[in-house]
């Protein structure tokens, strides 16, 4: 695979990274045994999509918690128009977009939710925690809870998926949240990264290896919702059917989403993690 080239610079938006080769499925995913810097630096310059760590998190301990999340009275549906069937336990920053009651609501979860969450898994390590203490750890910069507008942000969202229940492909960009932040603008790209506490039938994590402006988001969306149209997409570049335990990490910057369920509960727990540079640390937000 060759190092990936930075596309055209769109408005305000940092240069964006695409694999320039995009290869096969196999070649675009590498599976490591454990979270290191080189994995991370190779999926961040883009000449991987996909870093996959089985059994990054304890399937037994995946199985013991699973049904705690799925029952927490926390739990409530995504209220953007076609993601109705995703539950998740607490609020992304995304849907604070142009909307002042969910952005107080946000910041005022932000902590109660980190440690609801963390109380959740005791006397055990949380996932979302295991990953935070390992990045910064890996990376030189060290890794910190991000604060884009001098306010604590959440981490660690819970997503559970029931049959039917799929996500639509879209892109996370933050600078698109929080067009008006300095911080937020500072970022050269950030990954997603989701660990797998139950699988399903079906509920594939879908990769599309291109980025595109806002502008270019907006014109391919389905009228009414957050999501493109998958028949504008072409065959997705990577599919991936998690296993228990998996840490899975890709740029959330490219075009990605979740086919259906088709019978069983998905459950993960997820966050976003900032790259600003390899000097700097990493942080991460949901």
């Known amino acids: 695979m060759t190092a990936a080239q930075a596309s055209e610079n769109f408005g305000s938006t940092p240069p964006l990274r695409i694999i320039s080769?995009?290869?096969?499925?196999?070649?675009?995913?590498?599976?490591?045994?454990?979270?290191?810097?080189?994995?991370?630096?190779?999926?961040?310059?883009?000449?991987?999509?996909?870093?996959?760590?089985?059994?990054?998190?304890?399937?037994?301990?995946?199985?013991?918690?699973?049904?705690?999340?799925?029952?927490?009275?926390?739990?409530?549906?995504?209220?953007?128009?076609?993601?109705?069937?995703?539950?998740?336990?607490?609020?992304?920053?995304?849907?604070?977009?142009?909307?002042?009651?969910?952005?107080?609501?946000?910041?005022?979860?932000?902590?109660?939710?980190?440690?609801?969450?963390?109380?959740?898994?005791?006397?055990?390590?949380?996932?979302?925690?295991?990953l935070r203490l390992e990045l910064e750890e890996v990376w030189p910069g060290g890794a910190t809870l991000e604060n884009i507008e001098g306010k604590t942000m959440s981490v660690g969202l819970s997503r559970v998926l029931k049959t039917n229940a799929e996500i639509l492909p879209h892109l996370d960009v933050l600078q698109w949240d929080a067009p008006k932040c300095l911080r937020a603008n500072e970022l050269k790209t950030q990954l997603a990264g989701n660990v797998f506490l139950q699988v399903a039938e079906g509920g594939e994590l879908e990769l599309w290896c291109q980025k595109m402006s806002r502008q270019e988001y907006e014109m391919m969306k389905i009228p009414g919702s957050y999501g493109i149209d998958r028949k504008l997409l072409g065959n997705p570049d990577v599919t991936i059917q998690p296993e228990v335990g998996d840490l899975i990490l890709f740029q959330s910057t490219y075009v990605h989403a979740v086919k259906p369920v088709t019978a069983g509960v998905r459950v993960t727990m997820s966050c976003f993690i900032g790259y600003r540079s390899a000097n700097q640390f990493l942080s991460y937000w949901s």
């Open 21 to 130: 080769n995009r290869g096969t499925s196999s070649e675009l995913t590498r599976v490591s045994s454990k979270l290191d810097y080189q994995d991370l630096q190779a999926l961040l310059e883009g000449d991987i999509a996909i870093l996959r760590i089985p059994k990054f998190y304890s399937q037994k301990l995946c199985k013991k918690y699973a049904s705690k999340m799925i029952e927490d009275d926390r739990i409530s549906a995504y209220q953007n128009p076609g993601a109705e069937q995703v539950n998740r336990i607490g609020l992304s920053y995304f849907e604070t977009y142009e909307n002042p009651m969910l952005y107080e609501q946000y910041y005022q979860q932000a902590l109660p939710n980190i440690r609801q969450s963390r109380n959740l898994f005791l006397p055990n390590l949380s996932p979302m925690d295991q």
